[in-house]
């Protein structure tokens, strides 16, 4: 067991870093419900870094690592299925990629929009096109913080992927809690600062216990959550997958209403960037059949 | 980042469940009811450690010059883990190689270490921690048991409260004050348990007989040498000691191992079918994962040498929230089992409530979370 990262991962992650720099000081407060930057996509395919799962020397987990660091930032691009899932499509899947269950294809999907691929996983089966216009209709005022869209029609011809569904599900579930506890350690960072910064009754928020505990225990879940994201993305085991995204769904259900609550009036807003975090977490919490879904995965892989 | 153990690792652990095996009675797991302070265990723990001790099982976390095989922590981690999940067959002496041992290795004087450690390596010593006082127990520093220097002697008055093993332990860590400054005025000795003047009496608990005490010392004279570190270095002593005892014992492993029975035994009934239990069953195997995974993550930064701070008490709440979300599981869906029906589950439950109390009360951790953690500023006191 070693859990330090390797300098190549250490480089990866300190590159991402110095490439996103610039994208830090973007304007939040008028951002709507979604900030995406397509310069800030294009930098990052351009340098690699949604193709690290390719390479079998970084492998799963490293791909993993760059979907936690990414998911921090206040624009959502999409990385999770690409770093995640594309390794097993092949090197030619257009971007983005969609990941829509074969039977729940009336629910808004991210990132859908003309030209994406979406990657149909059914219990038995993985298929996939690429969207045209026709397939298409743009969600804009969808209440989430990711582009969204829905699939109105599919074309009859789709390709059919000799992969295992099963492993699509694993890497789908960890990719989704990769990216979730990105995103919950962001808006923890977020919410703890408003806190600290916002006086009432001529003290910090930040010195009420009612709010410090439920703070910690959400650092407890954000923390917890990294770890067993790595660890299901550095075995593939689909029970560690299954109990990683179970706990992402849960830990997203448990701290998104306490951080807006915490924000008081200034968590109604579209002015503070809280959301930016949060609108995706939720977006997560119906994936796979949600928590009941990930917890009856869970209980098939652990005990029979 | 390798979440694999090494071939190294995978040994020591089966070398650890072989031992258990060839040497717990076969009638243990009731056995281990008694709970890991009564007398039963407390008597058969000397024979345990003793022979855990001759295959260089008892501390082999430790540096070879003091008795010790100079493992790293994930060593140490697979002990604890192995020991806690059979039930803790080491009964108190845990506690001498979680921190007792380390503490006096850090901080001992050569005649302090000489005179406890071989004690504590050869698997015989039993020691009590006399921190928690009637009026101070979340709160510690508020503590009034008074050490008076008198010469070559401090003299000691006061009273310690809901201290494990005192009843049978034959040497106290006992926090005591010497001064009125709140945290510089508070000094360790280590007591001699039939030292006279000290009076112990059980308190009746929920976690097995004999586990907690009272203790009062009156007027009880103890040496200057029996000091540890300097007068007022309690609270930096203390710090480092708990540091150890927060992650000292792995109830995330008895948790998952209770649980993991717990399904066995439903599957067994034909009540492991329904959806709803199945979920219940995986959320508490969330918690008890991601427990585990927090604890590793700090030991693995104690195997690089890096200072442990309040990341401890993260990984600790989530033990806490495992071990509960477990007791729950078996309440629900499995109530024989705090009946007779399965001593293995009720053992885990009788221990799982001092997951929370214990060595530092989980509030007490959320507040170290939101301070040293979160970094948020602190309440007014």
């Not at chain 1, 807006?260 to 119906?286: C, D, N, S, V």
């Not at chain 2, 029906?341 to 409530?353: C, D, N, S, T, V």
């Amino acid at each position: 067991m070693n859990l330090s990262l390797t300098d190549d991962q250490i480089a990866i992650l300190d590159a991402i870093d110095t490439l996103t720099r610039p994208y830090a000081g973007a304007t939040l407060h008028e951002a709507g419900f979604a900030l995406t930057s397509e310069a800030l996509d294009r930098d990052l395919a351009e340098g690699g870094f949604l193709d690290i799962g390719f390479d079998p020397d970084l492998g799963a987990i490293s791909a993993a690592l760059v979907v936690e660091r990414l998911a921090r930032l206040p624009q959502t691009v999409e990385a999770a299925a690409s770093a995640l899932i594309r390794p097993l499509l092949g090197d030619a899947t257009p971007r983005p990629l969609c990941l829509v269950e074969e039977d729940k294809t009336h629910r808004p999907v991210r990132f859908l929009a003309p030209g994406a691929t979406v990657l149909l996983v059914g219990p038995d089966r993985v298929r996939s096109f690429v969207a045209g216009p026709e397939h298409v209709r743009a969600e804009p005022e969808a209440l989430y913080a990711y582009p969204m869209g829905n699939l109105i029609a599919q074309p009859d011809d789709r390709t059919d992927h000799s992969v295992s569904a099963d492993d699509i599900r694993t890497r789908w579930r960890v990719a989704l809690a990769a990216e979730a506890a990105g995103l919950l350690a962001a808006a923890l960072d977020s919410t703890a600062t408003y806190v600290t910064d916002r006086q009432q009754f001529g003290r910090p928020l930040a010195t009420f216990q009612a709010l410090r505990h439920r703070l910690a225990e959400a650092q407890v879940r954000a923390n917890g959550l990294y770890w067993l994201a790595m660890k299901a993305a550095s075995t593939l085991d689909a029970g560690d997958a299954a109990l990683a995204a179970l706990h992402a769904q849960e830990s997203a259900r448990t701290s998104v209403y306490d951080f807006h609550q915490f924000l008081g009036a200034m968590g109604m807003t579209l002015e503070h960037p809280l959301h930016l975090w949060t609108y995706r977490l939720k977006a997560l919490i119906g994936d796979l059949g949600g928590r009941g879904g990930q917890a009856l995965a869970a209980a098939d892989a652990l005990w029979g | 980042m390798n979440f694999e153990w090494t071939q190294d690792e995978e040994a020591f652990r089966q070398r650890l469940r072989d031992f258990l095996a060839a040497t717990l009675p076969e009638d243990w797991e009731r056995f281990s009811q008694h709970g890991p302070a009564s007398p039963a265990l407390t008597d058969y723990a000397r024979t345990f450690c003793g022979r855990l001790a001759d295959e260089g099982l008892l501390t082999p976390h430790w540096a070879r010059e003091i008795g010790g095989q100079g493992l790293d922590p994930w060593h140490q981690t697979i002990l604890a883990e192995e020991m806690w999940i059979a039930g803790e067959p080491r009964g108190g002496q845990y506690m001498n190689v979680n921190w007792v041992g380390p503490t006096l290795i850090r901080y001992g004087s050569d005649a302090q270490k000489a005179r406890y450690l071989p004690a504590i390596t050869g698997g015989r010593a039993l020691w009590c921690q006399g921190f928690s006082e009637p009026g101070s127990g979340s709160d510690l520093a508020s503590l009034r048991t008074r050490a008076t220097r008198d010469g070559d002697v401090y003299r000691v008055s006061g009273q310690k409260i809901w201290t494990s093993y005192a009843g049978l332990a034959d040497t106290c860590f006992l926090v005591c004050r010497t001064s009125d400054d709140r945290k510089q005025g508070i000094s360790i000795l280590l007591v001699p348990m039939d030292t006279p003047g000290i009076t112990v009496r059980q308190i009746p608990s929920l976690i097995g007989e004999g586990d907690i005490h009272e203790v009062f010392f009156d007027d009880v004279v103890v040496p200057v040498e029996a000091r540890l570190g300097e007068e007022g270095q309690a609270w930096e002593i203390i710090g480092y000691s708990l540091t150890n005892e927060r992650l000292g014992i792995p109830r995330y492993a008895l948790a998952r191992a209770a649980l993991d029975r717990a399904v066995t035994l439903l599957q067994a009934q034909g009540e492991f079918a329904g959806e709803a239990v199945r979920i219940e069953a995986a959320h508490a195997a969330a918690l008890c994962e991601a427990a585990r995974m927090a604890s590793y993550a700090i030991v693995d930064r104690r195997c690089r040498g890096e200072a442990i701070g309040a990341e401890s008490s993260s990984a600790r709440f989530a033990t806490v929230m495992a071990e509960r979300r477990v007791c729950e599981f078996i309440v629900e869906y499995l109530p024989q089992a705090l009946a007779d029906a399965h001593p293995y589950l009720k053992m885990h439950h009788q221990r799982g409530i001092v997951a929370g109390i214990a060595a530092g009360a989980a509030e007490i951790q959320l507040n170290i979370i939101a301070s040293d953690v979160l970094k948020l500023p602190r309440e007014p006191r």
